[in-house]
Structures are given as C-alpha cells and as structure tokens.
C-alpha cells in the first residue's frame, strides 16, 4: 500500500493543525479534546475506543450554514450516523442524506423531521421505499430507469411525493479512483452525455404521482478543488436548458452533492469552504442568466467534512516488532474498525498519548490485529522509538468512514463512540459485545 517514494510523515510535537480546535496538550503526551484527557477517555471506556468532540461537529455545521447562507445543506449520514449526531445535525438546522430505510428509520425515529431527509441508492430496495414512503421523506433521489415504475407504483396513483434524478455529467474528481463517482464509468446516476438522464426524466414527467423538483450530482469524495464542482454546474444547468427547451421545465432545487476533501496529516489540503461557496454561487447564476432560467435553489450533503475532522480512534499497543529494516506497531483495533487504509491506502499522522518519551522518533507502521497482511492503520510514520505494548496511539481525523464501514471482522466486535465537550465525555454508543454477536447466530 505504501509507495516508497512516499516521504516519512514528521508531525512536529506542537502540530496539532488536523486535531479538533478544542484540543489542548498541557503536557506532552496529556492530550486533551473538548476537555477530556484522552487517556482518561481510554481507561474509563477501554480500547479500541473513538472519541467525537460534539463542539467540533456543531462548530462544522455552522461553518457550512455561515458559508452557504442560501443553500440546504445535508450531513451525509454515511459518513457516521448514530443518533447523537442525528440531534445535532437536526439543532444545528442541516437536513440529512441517507441512503437505506436503516439510516432513515434511525433519524426518523430520532426526531428529525423526515420532510428534511433525502433518500440515496443506486439499488434501493423495497424495504428502503417503503420505509420512504410511510415515514414521508422530503425527496427521493432517483438513481436508475427501472425505479420510476417501481416507485411510482408504490406511491400509487392518488399520492405524491417529490423526487430529484441523479445525473452524471462526465466528471472525473475525487481522491481515489474507488470515490469518484462523476463519471460515466461507475455505478452511480444516469449519463447526461449518452442521454439516459433526459431519457428518464421525460418518463418521471408522465407520472404525475411524482413531482420533479431537480438534479443531482455527487462528483466524487476527498475533493480538494473548487473547479470540478463549477464545470458540474455548468453541465448540469445545461441540461437544465433543454430540458426547458424540450419540456417547458424549470426545476427549482440544483443538488451538488458532497465530496469536500479534508486533511488527513499536516500540511495537506483541504477543500476551502468559502472559496466553494463563492464561486459555485457565482456560476450558477452566471449560467442561468445565460440560459435564460430562473436560479435554482442549491443543496449540498457535506458528510466527511462535517464529522471526520471531529472524531479520534485511540488504539492500545498490543506488540512491538522488528522485521527486517521494519518496524511493526501492532494495536488492538485496525481494518474492521478502519478499513479506509485497506480500501484506498489512504496515510494517518498517530500520536503517543498518555506519557511523554524522550526517546528520538523513528518510521514504524502501525498495523491492526486482525488477519491480513495488509491490515495497516497508518504506514511510515514517525513515533517514538521506545514505543511499547501498553502504549495508547491516537489517531486524528477518524470520524468519517469509519465506524460507518466498519466489519465483523474476526469477531472483535466494533468499538464504542464516546462524546466530549466542557470537560466531559459521556458514552453514545456502547462496545459491541459478545452477546450482541452471539444474539444473532442463532442456528446449529
Ligand atoms: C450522494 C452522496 N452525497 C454525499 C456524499 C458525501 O460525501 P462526503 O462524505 O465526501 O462529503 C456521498 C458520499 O459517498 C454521496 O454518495
């Protein structure tokens, strides 16, 4: 997964620039988030253990309603979805995307107004339709021309719902070729270049239980330029045009999706937000006015920027060893808790917490404990070479795509999510036991 040419990472001890702004390093090796010592966090809740700074996500949320004071803006469910963060989503006045009748049902069942939710799915199932339906979601995205009917059917010929088609405008943007989801390659959306797109709407238009409210395009994720997103605009607008031209529509709601790329380590880039909103405002309107159309209103469902930043995965050292010029940190969580360094080789800048060393740094790799060779949290990073079992690492930046795609892998059980904020941390979801395992294998 490494490519050798890589440089080593080299987190200066003061460089806590991809950590939640509330954390605090009183002592080297104390580190604190909202308050809390992380080590403390580690003791009173065990390890593998991820800790949420709450301030972090609503601090995220109001960034992005500041910055797109006209926009409707959407937390990805995805990215982490547990009902903490769908209250806080909620107060903080974003809508939610989710993408199966489980995340709608847990929002819905959570509190959030469900007219605030919009349902995702290139294969959406029955359950996830008529989950939709009964609980009455905002819009529903549709993503394939067999899903007209289906729905239409299933909204049935006195009801109504509101629904927006995914359009792919042959884009290519997003950090690893698995998430990007622009292009006509990939299993997303329907093609505006071979026509799929208009092919559709033409037919949602004949139903009339389904009221078109507008196109939506999700590029890709990790995108770190505001550029795709304006070409995205274009293209879709476009269509916009002769859709106009052709069916006399004019859709009032334009969905750019997610995607917003983020630091992982120091000195990375990171999407800018304000720069984003600007110029994709500007766009739109340039490319209205210039087809004519009224401005949509625009919509967008940040996931990753909005909680990876906030959350941190705290591992205990298990084994140290030396293999050759290599040294291998192994800790007592890794790809079923984490498999975004498996899936997309994806780099981590871990720290030693809970005791200072004075020892130099040195490369190791911290590696998981379960059974793949290629189970590595973070490769080639610098830590203290009296690193030892015992030892905690924290890892920052591990709030998104994580415990969302996390398995049952080896049966270890998936980690509990703890909250900080003002010095407290409290427990939002519980370790995954043994019993919960065992509850459902219920044949011999
Ligand atoms: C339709 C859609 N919207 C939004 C997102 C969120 O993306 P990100 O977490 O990169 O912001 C995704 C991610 O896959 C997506 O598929």
């Known amino acids: 997964m490494t490519t050798l040419h890589e440089p080593v990472v080299t987190t200066t001890p003061d460089d806590l620039s991809v950590w939640p702004a509330s954390t605090t390093e009183p002592r080297p090796g104390d580190l604190a988030v909202g308050g809390v010592p992380l080590a403390e966090v580690a003791d009173r809740f065990g390890t593998p253990v991820y800790v949420l700074d709450e301030n972090e996500v609503r601090a995220r949320c109001r960034t992005y309603r500041h910055a797109f004071p006209d926009t409707e803006v959407l937390y990805a469910a995805k990215a982490?979805?547990?009902?903490?963060?769908?209250?806080?989503?909620?107060?903080?006045?974003?809508?939610?995307?989710?993408?199966?009748?489980?995340?709608?049902?847990?929002?819905?069942?959570?509190?959030?107004?469900?007219?605030?939710?919009?349902?995702?799915g290139n294969a959406k199932s029955p359950r996830d339709l008529e989950t939709a339906l009964r609980l009455g979601v905002g819009r529903i995205v549709i993503d394939s021309p067999s899903e007209i009917a289906r729905l239409a059917a299933a909204v049935g010929p006195g009801g109504h719902q509101k629904v927006m088609v995914r359009v792919v405008p042959g884009i290519s943007a997003g950090g690893h070729e698995k998430i990007r989801t622009g292009t006509d390659d990939q299993k997303f959306g329907l093609s505006i270049a071979d026509g799929y797109a208009q092919h559709?709407?033409?037919?949602?238009?004949d139903q009339p239980q389904l009221e078109l409210t507008g196109l939506h395009c999700h590029l890709g994720s990790q995108i770190t330029s505001v550029k795709p997103y304006l070409a995205a605009v274009r293209?879709?607008?476009?269509?916009?045009?002769?859709?106009?031209?052709?069916?006399?529509?004019?859709?009032?709601?334009?969905?750019?999706?997610?995607?917003?790329?983020?630091?992982y380590r120091p000195g990375e880039a990171a999407l800018d937000l304000t720069?984003?909103?600007r110029r994709v405002r500007a766009e739109l309107?340039?490319?209205?006015?210039?087809?004519?159309?009224?401005?949509?209103?625009l919509?967008?469902?940040?996931?990753?920027?909005?909680?990876?930043?906030?959350?941190?995965?705290?591992?205990?050292?298990?084994?140290?060893?030396?293999?050759?010029?290599?040294?291998?940190?192994?800790?007592?969580?890794?790809m079923s808790d984490n498999p975004r360094p498996a899936l997309y080789g994806v780099r981590y800048a871990p720290r030693l917490i809970g005791r200072a060393s004075g020892e130099p740094s040195a490369p190791v790799t911290v590696v998981g404990r379960h059974c793949e060779a290629g189970d590595v949290l973070a490769a080639d990073v610098r830590l203290p070479s009296d690193l030892r079992p015992g030892d905690?690492?924290?890892?920052?930046?591990?709030?998104?795509?994580?415990?969302?795609?996390a398995s049952g892998y080896n049966l270890v059980g998936r980690p509990p999510v703890t909250a900080v904020r003002d010095g407290h941390a409290r427990l939002l979801v519980r370790r995954e036991s043994l019993?919960?395992?065992r509850r459902r294998d219920v044949g011999l």
Do not use: N
């Open 200 to 205: 559709a709407i033409a037919r949602i238009l």
């Open 80 to 120: 982490f979805l547990c009902r903490a963060m769908v209250h806080w989503t909620e107060e903080e006045g974003l809508g939610l995307d989710v993408c199966s009748a489980g995340e709608l049902e847990l929002a819905v069942t959570t509190g959030f107004p469900p007219e605030r939710i919009v349902l995702h």
């Open 299 to 334: 919509i967008i469902e940040p996931g990753r920027a909005v909680v990876g930043p906030a959350g941190i995965s705290v591992y205990r050292v298990l084994a140290v060893k030396r293999t050759g010029d290599h040294t291998f940190v192994a800790v007592d969580g890794g």
């Open 275 to 277: 720069a984003l909103a």
């Open 435 to 437: 019993d919960d395992i």
């Open 235 to 263: 293209r879709v607008v476009g269509l916009m045009a002769r859709l106009h031209e052709q069916h006399g529509l004019v859709l009032p709601e334009l969905d750019l999706g997610g995607g917003h790329g983020i630091a």
């Open 285 to 297: 309107s340039d490319a209205c006015a210039a087809a004519g159309l009224p401005v949509p209103r």
């Open 392 to 405: 905690l690492l924290a890892v920052p930046v591990a709030g998104a795509y994580h415990l969302s795609m």
